[in-house]
């Protein structure tokens, strides 16, 4: 019985502050799995930085040998029943996780695949060779999805019927939520992201553009750290468009600072290009801030269009600028969608309801698997 029970968790590292290394964690430290399952955690890090992401090194491929070996330890003498693998999605990471999942296979173990980002897709359609290996990987494994918003990136490819588990966030110590009494007189717009042009910051820098030029009324926010784009380049496209008075540079922004910032801002933007998901989002919702967001991956399904904030079309700045202004413009519907916003955190994208989503997804894998 307790064989049956056995899982391992193979669980890469990416860079710090990444929603993909957060939810990692999550599950990595979950009291509930490591109580209703014998967990074993096979933990690995290619990269220290979010700009060696995608790109090939000597290093990552000696990490890469000494990981094989010992993946290949620890399948015979831990036999897990189930090996949870939260597998990559794109590029020479995708072809690293295809060859830890044929070794894998066969050893005749149970792989449930979780996808946190998009891109297999597009992966497959690129030549047949990627198409076949694909679904080589995932034949007779199971999948967990994001939302179904996103889960036709690997339907459209695999024939498989993936477990849909939304992410969740652990709730904020309460001490860092401070409830506005006064309405600020220039409304805070807060951008909170990596410095790239991925998540949308020379978007939200021309809709801060257009807002000026309009003469409307507020101060915005640009929190993160340093990607494609770098201070000195931040520092030039603010300069150009003669932004300097308007908007604060801030890269000390983790931990307490972070939360300071959420407290602060009137308004929160996430002006992503490119998202499976969005975790930032859901902290923001829970300092009660109304959330203008492009309609992309899942982000729909945390963003209700004017109930908890606004979806914009994300290749237009002159939508986000307008989408800001009417919230700029009303602090009462700023109000009201920021605190149905923490509403919806509460009863949809807690960490426990993740905890238990996926705990109930392992418990059905292994009933089918031992069946």
């Keep these: 019985m307790l064989e049956s029970k056995r899982i391992l968790l193979f669980i890469k590292i990416p860079p710090p502050n990444t929603g993909v290394t957060q939810m990692n964690q999550y599950v990595k430290n979950s009291k509930l799995l490591h109580d209703k399952f014998i967990i074993k955690i096979f933990e690995v890090s290619y990269s220290d930085q979010v700009s060696e992401l995608g790109k090939i090194s000597s290093r990552k491929l000696i990490v890469f040998f000494r990981t094989l070996i010992k993946l290949i330890y620890v399948l015979v003498f831990f036999n897990p029943a189930l090996i949870y693998f939260q597998i990559s999605t794109t590029g020479f990471a995708l072809y690293r996780d295809i060859c830890f999942a044929f070794i894998i296979k066969l050893f005749r173990k149970k792989i449930i695949y979780h996808l946190h980002g998009k891109g297999l897709e597009l992966f497959a359609n690129k030549n047949m060779f990627n198409r076949i290996i694909l679904r080589a990987a995932f034949k007779n494994e199971e999948t967990i999805c994001l939302s179904n918003l996103v889960k036709n990136d ?53 809709a801060i553009e257009i807002l000026n ?21 931040i520092e030039k496209i603010i300069s150009e468009k003669k932004l300097n008075n308007l908007i604060k540079l801030i890269t000390d922004a983790g931990g307490d600072n972070k939360y300071k910032l959420y407290s602060e801002a009137d308004i929160f933007v996430f002006p992503t290009q490119y998202e499976a998901f969005g975790l930032v989002i859901l902290e923001a919702m829970q300092f009660s801030l109304p959330v203008i967001a492009s309609e992309e991956g899942s982000i729909p399904l945390i963003v209700s269009e004017n109930e908890t904030g606004f979806l914009f079309n994300k290749e237009k700045p002159e939508d986000l600028a307008n989408k800001i202004k009417i919230l700029i413009e009303d602090s009462e519907l700023r109000k009201s969608l920021g605190i149905n916003g923490r509403k919806k955190y509460e009863s949809e994208f807690t960490y426990e309801i993740f905890e238990k989503n996926i705990s109930e997804v392992f418990n059905q894998v292994l009933s089918v698997n031992k069946n």
């Design 154 to 206: 690997i339907v459209n490819v695999v024939d498989c019927n993936p477990y849909i588990v939304p992410n969740g966030v652990t709730r904020i110590d309460c001490r860092f939520i401070i409830e506005k009494n006064v309405v600020n007189n220039k409304p805070v717009i807060l951008y909170y992201s990596n410095f790239s042009r991925v998540k949308g910051l020379k978007i939200f820098l021309d």
């Design 213 to 233: 030029n309009e003469k409307i009324n507020f101060t915005a926010c640009i929190a993160g750290r340093e990607s494609d784009y770098k201070i000195k380049d």
